[in-house]
């Protein structure tokens, strides 16, 4: 076992797949999920998800060796405050956050001296929600981005990986900035274009979409919340990261209008290649 | 049995699928490819998706009862001049190019008083190319897009449609030009805009992309030399789509920077839930 108690913080789609997991593998002895509503909490519970529940955080940390944050972005950095309050000195604390900056930066404050904060985002899930669609395998052959302060444990931070490696997940470990810049390119961005086309869809062109929509709109069903804090918190790299694209589209923009055959061709083809080698390259370990 | 003897010119993906399935669902009772190369053509023959070969264009189409321009869409035009010098009177002609009206313009020409052409768009296929990765049921499921002119034959667009809902796909019937507007929209941006969503990214930022990026990136490995063929063929309402979209990317950047959460909650919203209901409706049948 490499948990005692593990307390989650949100038993939602990642939190209630992760406990789940750490059951399913036997990571922990004792998965105990916290939350706002026993009826949901409740339900996870009955999926497996979590073995006890909560909705009292001091209760629920009391005696845990590993306490996962797993709210959405805009609420990690006040739950961590609540947590606090009741920690057992030593535990290890990680989040599920997909913005890492500013979260990173806030927690090791708020849990200095405290606990060991070590700073996860697991890319996983999908545009579905909550516990019922929780998952045991959710991070199997997932990406797990873990980050790196000053203040980060060793210990805490190895513990961490062999918990994300043990429930199937590919990790990587970097500084929370670097985390953001590249994040915002490769899916907060992606994020926001989908929700554009969809968006900029006519009644009349939706009826005329088919698969190729489908897959390149998929994430823009994801949960609006959720997406408003992501994007809210890790505003600047997106910012830079729309502008790069819009940069782009205007240069492809202008090789359709002069109809240069050969220029859009060679555009594309970096594009079409690059996705290739990256299709490939997916899922080996780390070098 | 829908036809006696069906040429298929260019025996892809799309091609070699289409052929497939109407051999598996006993639609034709012939199916002969028309290509350039006799040894993709023999392997496309050995995979089950024609009965026999050639590459002579005359030769192909002689006693066919329907020739299908299975060519990359820039072809398509060239390919029908040829195939109009030898194409028995009366034989239906269909083409399945991803554009339209510049197609069925030239294409009702060139055939006037031959033949009798109907322009279909199956909105199937994927990354994947050639009679390699054809499959029987490409179709099932799939939307495929007819055009009608007033020189359309009323008995020639029956047949046409009747062989699509043999092969599984839903029908719809729509002017050439609203097909170019809507599909502009719906499939050929969100094309470009998957190019330029992997164009813009690094390596480092490649490293960290997951799921969202997967789904969202998808058609961008399709073939480019396809693609720019489609773009520059529908040029107009293309650049019309992306300065749509720009706009809404620039509206949305505004939201972000000002950190309006309200303004950017309603607009994930909107997506999220437009994108939910569409994928809740789809493949229901034409109202």
Excluded at 49 to 66: K, N, R, S
Excluded at 128 to 133: D, F, M, P, Q, V
Excluded at 217 to 230: F, K, V
Aim: proline letters at 2%; one cysteine or more.
């Amino acid at each position: 076992m490499l948990f005692r108690k593990v307390a989650i913080v949100g038993v939602g789609l990642i939190g209630g797949s992760l406990g789940a997991a750490l059951k399913s593998r036997k990571l922990a002895e004792e998965v105990h999920g916290i939350g706002y509503r026993s009826c949901t909490l409740a339900e996870a519970r009955q999926r497996g998800c979590i073995d006890d529940f909560t909705i009292d955080v001091a209760e629920g940390v009391q005696q845990a060796d590993l306490v996962i944050i797993a709210t959405p972005v805009s609420l990690i950095v006040e739950k961590a405050r609540e947590i606090a309050l009741s920690i057992p000195k030593g535990c290890i604390v990680t989040d599920v956050g997909s913005t890492k900056k500013l979260i990173t930066d806030q927690l090791d404050e708020v849990f200095a001296g405290k606990a060991l904060f070590v700073g996860s985002h697991p890319m996983a899930g999908s545009e579905k929600r909550g516990a019922t669609n929780a998952s045991k395998d959710l991070f199997d052959g997932a990406l797990c981005i873990l980050t790196q302060t000053p203040n980060t444990n060793e210990a805490a931070i190895e513990q961490v990986l062999e918990m994300w490696r043990g429930v199937g997940a590919i990790t990587r470990v970097m500084k929370a900035a670097d985390h953001d810049r590249r994040v915002a390119l490769a899916s907060h961005v992606p994020h926001v274009v989908a929700a554009g086309v969809v968006n900029v869809q006519t009644d009349d062109s939706l009826e005329c979409a088919a698969s190729g929509f489908a897959d390149a709109t998929r994430i823009a069903a994801s949960d609006p919340q959720l997406w408003s804090g992501i994007c809210l918190d890790n505003a600047r790299e997106i910012l830079a990261g729309i502008d790069v694209l819009t940069k782009e589209l205007a240069s492809v923009r202008a090789i359709i209008e002069r109809g240069d055959e050969q220029a859009l061709f060679e555009r594309l083809r970096r594009a079409s290649q690059r996705r290739r080698s990256w299709e490939e390259a997916k899922g080996k370990p780390e070098t």
